[in-house]
């Protein structure tokens, strides 16, 4: 029993990531009607926004140490960064430390940004394009961003710790009734599934309970009609991009603490975000976040021992095969909707 | 008035018989009048150097490019030797090999077997490499080297660790200068037998892979030697990037230390991951719970930051080392390139002066002449001690550093501590051990 709540547990912070990820997708397919594989690269540079702030609180100018020497017998140069210098240590190193969260106000912003210059710049010149031309332009330049990042921060990933009073795991043990150190997990990924429930909610309620977010809605279902109404629709829905963009930066900015960013993490998660996608029911909101935590948790289940030991190599293919018998069951997904990417 | 029968079709005919004819590859030309590939016949020699520039060991490969490009400068006369004044054999003059001026090209392999395949046939059909140095990765290493051998080429393998690059994979132009799997667990399984008591149970997570496996099978067996006990060898595809679901059952699982078979981005996030579930801090069968890495890489271990703090581990080769020869390839390298050089750095270094040097030794370019000049060449003064590279195998044998990650590091370089230099002897093995079994070096390719 204790293994099991441990691996629904796993899956959910996995399937936040997803549900996240996805979210996005679908906000921008059922609004635009694009289909953006460079929605992953914007999940990693949102990650890179954490890695950024965090860079630029570690500064540093340097001081000549002569007491000490490097690995050349030289004079050691030590570095002191500036906000220690300026706001003094205790809260310089604070600011460093807590970089991560402080992201999320710093990504916003440039997420929405880049949000607006992808669409605008490029993506709305293919909204009559057909879907394969929509892929490719949009895959290419998911490749071009990787690269960009590459460029800057090299290959290696770049570790991003999250605050010291969150680091470590939390026991469930006693509070379930099992031994202790059978159901621990770690308190970030607790943090983040919560932020992800946050930030899901907080977007289901924008287009719920907002005037903007009920002509998006109208928009979605009826393109056409809302435009003879008089209703510029259109930049609604570049809005509902960069929307959609911040939401995959901020999946990126608090997943990096999980596993140290780099320029690939993108393309890791691109993939099996469109299945959930898919499996969710293309252009279904509510369709993409239960299929995210579903396949989270299935493909938490299916990396345990026991699984890989009776069918070796269900973990690399769990979610492919779920996702083959739900399309199969149900051609349209769990919560897809009649005419959607069906003309 | 003449009639010509030339017409369009079979002048378009005999142009590309022409055409074919002069672009045949130089290495068949160079070949068929020297009796070996790409021999050389201008005033210059051609190295070529196939190491990861982009992908997920670029930052590996790049490194590893750094250092052979400093070996030519060394080569060649230029900067200030490096370790051509601690090597003991004294054939290289600082005026290129056999008198010609040293050249090089690259290639990336992306480690991807084939690509790595493809840029290392580009180099030496296009380009006339005479050898091909670099690499990381033991799946890149062993198709590379198999590409060598048909080819007639020397192939010095860069950071490869599995047991079958020199094991059941072995060939006779192919020699490895980097440890491997079986190496790593004998200089290990003693320091955690010390460190950590005989009575453990070890969990082992393993890329999924050659050299996983071989490593695995390394460690198990070493540690069992001491009294340890594998509880469970778990497998993780190697495209894995989040390895949480394979470290939550782990101390409910009765292991009181964790095995981490994996090498670069993978143990980044797998390392990291079981730091998150706070492993380091909890106790199991009454023993503090701890984590192993048997591989270990400066670069590596900087990409897991404070995560590697008190986490034992095995490298090939440290710049902290302290003989003349390492001292001076670190003044080198540092100096040129203002950080301290990584193990697989210092493996294509000093590859590639050991090409030169059996060159220089056999009096010739023929693969064939120098992989005798490097069978069973003993020396010293290249950093790990004497060192042989043994006849039966191509593997060399030499020192091996047990690491342990610094619990308070200086700077960004200062991350790893050497624990113990383990003796070459305690790391040897006879050549026909079953982990090796199987493979036949064979004859060595000339080309041509």
Known sequence: ?343 | MSKSNLTRRGLLKTSAIAGGGLMLPTYLRAAAHSGFTNAPTGDTVTLGFNVPQTGPYAEEGLDELRAQELAVEHLNGEGDGGMMSTFSSKALQGNGILGKKVTFVTGDTQTKSDAARASAKSMIEKDGAIMINGGSSSGVAIAVQGLCQEAGVIFMAGLTHSNDTTGKDKKANGFRHFFNGYMSGAALAPVLEKEYGKDRRAYHLTADYTWGWTQQESIAAATEAVGWQTVENVLTPLASTDFSSYIAPVLNSGADVLVLNHYGGNMVNSLSNAIEFDLLSKEVNGKNFEIVVPLYSELMAAGAGENVKGVIGSMNWNWQLTDEGSKAFTKSFGEKYGRPPSNSAHTCYVQTLLYADACERAGTFNPCGVAEALEGFEFDGLGNGPTLYRAEDHQCFKDVLVMKGKENPSNQYDTLEIVEVTPRAQVEYAPDHPMFAGGDLGECNPGA
């Open chain 1, 1 to 343: 029993m204790d293994a099991i709540i441990l691996q629904i547990l796993n899956g959910l912070d996995k399937g936040s990531a997803y549900a996240l990820i996805a979210l996005g997708l679908t906000l921008i397919f059922g609004t635009l009607g694009v289909v953006n594989f460079a929605h992953g690269a914007l999940f990693m540079i949102g990650a890179f926004c954490a890695v950024t702030l965090s860079k630029i609180f570690s500064l540093s100018y340097e001081v000549i140490d002569e007491s000490q020497t490097d690995f050349l017998g030289n004079p050691l140069k030590v570095q002191t960064p500036y906000v220690e210098a300026w706001f003094g240590p205790e809260t310089g190193a604070a600011l460093i430390d807590w970089s991560v969260p402080l992201a999320i106000l710093f990504s916003i912003p440039i997420m929405i940004t880049i949000g607006f210059i992808m669409e605008r710049g490029l993506i709305k010149h293919f909204y009559k394009r057909p879907h394969a031309d929509q892929i490719l332009v949009t895959f290419g330049l998911a490749i071009v961003l990787q690269e960009i990042i590459k460029y800057y921060y090299g290959a290696n990933p770049i570790p991003t710790p999250a605050p010291d009073v969150f680091r470590g795991s939390y026991d469930f043990s006693a509070m379930l009734g099992f031994e202790p150190n059978s159901v621990i997990y770690p308190v970030w990924r607790l943090i983040y599934f919560a932020f992800s429930a946050l930030i899901i909610g907080a977007v289901f309620a924008f287009l719920q309970f907002t005037t903007f977010g009920m002509v998006v809605r109208a928009g979605m279902a009826d393109r056409e009609t809302v435009g003879l109404l008089g209703i510029n629709i259109d930049k609604r829905f570049t809005i509902m991009f960069g929307i959609a963009a911040a939401v995959a930066g901020l999946a990126g900015v608090m997943y990096a603490p999980i596993n140290a960013p780099n320029y690939h993490m993108g393309m890791d998660f691109l993939v099996l975000s469109f299945v959930v996608v898919v499996v969710g029911g293309m252009g279904s909101l509510p369709g993409a976040v239960a299929a995210g935590f579903l396949l989270g948790i299935l493909e938490s289940f299916a990396s345990t021992t026991w699984a890989t030991t009776t069918i070796p190599g269900i973990n690399q293919i769990i979610i492919y095969l779920v996702a083959i018998i739900i399309l199969l069951t149900r051609p349209r997904g769990l919560m897809g909707k009649k005419g959607v990417m069906e003309e």
